[in-house]
């Protein structure tokens, strides 16, 4: 069989996704050691976040590299549904980090310890410019593939993590008020936990098989129906996506009698990639 389902590979998603890792990973080694100095939750909270970033980036890569790998006779749409499963795990680690953060800020709310706000300010700067780095170099890649939107998630959270902790450490320094560290923590966490919960589901229906959310079964079958020459009626129809990018269909063409049943396979097939884009479909035909 010479089909091949395997959704074309992107290097410069790759690329820059190694490149992204490289930067946080590299920072949060230096967030980690001034977190613990300077006694902030918030470049603590920012740390643990980039190192799980980093993980996800690296994640990224692997699955991009997978991904580009051919259909073989086992995997026979290939390794699309890699970079899938990857964005489902990042958007579940970013959940359970958020939970973390919160869990540590409210502990932290009603004691709130001494609060090293210069060094702090000085470490926040810094994390902030190396996100916007590593965002620029993940924003001109491919958005609308899920794996890289997972990575772009996560470094918009580093981002967020890194305006916060500089606004706590600016209180801290002018106002001595100590308890903003914690509750700018609890806001940023919540602003992530939102948007890795669309991450998680958009993913997860993938995952599931459901019919892509752009995707009106119904009305295709009925275009289908009404546009084919030779068609009495579709049934039996099931649409769902390997990939973001790569959307597969199952379907019953009721012909009507004595009309070319390849000609009637091969209309409905040019009808869905042009109209539709559905890219591969499997058709089972029967005659009134």
Not at 87 to 94: S, T
Not at 118 to 125: E, I, L, R, T
């Amino acid at each position: 069989m010479s089909h091949n389902h395997a959704p074309a590979s992107n290097t410069g998603n790759e690329t820059r996704a190694l490149i992204a890792a490289a930067l946080t990973g590299g920072f949060m080694l230096v967030e980690v050691a001034a977190g613990f100095l300077t006694g902030s939750l918030a470049l603590i909270a920012d740390a643990a976040h980039m190192m799980a970033d980093s993980g996800a980036l690296l994640l990224a890569w692997l699955a991009f590299r997978i991904t580009r790998r051919p259909a073989d006779a086992r995997r026979t749409y290939g390794w699309g549904r890699f970079q899938v499963l990857v964005a489902f795990a990042n958007g579940v680690a970013l959940i359970l980090l958020t939970l973390w953060i919160v869990g540590e800020a409210i502990g932290r709310i009603g004691s709130t310890p001494e609060i090293a706000g210069g060094p702090m300010a000085v470490v926040a700067v810094t994390g902030l410019l190396v996100n916007l780095v590593a965002f620029a170099v993940l924003h001109g890649g491919d958005r609308e593939n899920l794996n890289m939107r997972g990575a772009l998630l996560h470094v918009a959270g580093d981002i967020l993590g890194s305006i916060a902790a500089i606004i706590a450490a600016i209180v801290i320094v002018t106002t001595g008020w100590t308890p903003i560290d914690p509750i700018l923590s609890v806001l940023i966490a919540m602003l992530l936990l939102k948007a890795a919960s669309g991450l998680v589901i958009q993913s997860g229906r993938i995952l599931l098989e459901a019919t892509p959310d752009h995707v009106d079964r119904d009305a295709i079958a009925d275009d289908l129906a009404v546009n084919t020459p030779g068609v009495v009626r579709i049934h039996h129809m099931h649409i769902w996506a390997i990939a973001p990018d790569q959307t597969v269909a199952t379907l019953h063409a009721v012909l009507e009698t004595g009309v070319c049943e390849q000609t009637v396979t091969r209309a409905l097939r040019q009808r869905l990639a042009d109209q539709h884009g559905v890219g591969h479909v499997t058709i089972e035909v029967e005659q009134v």
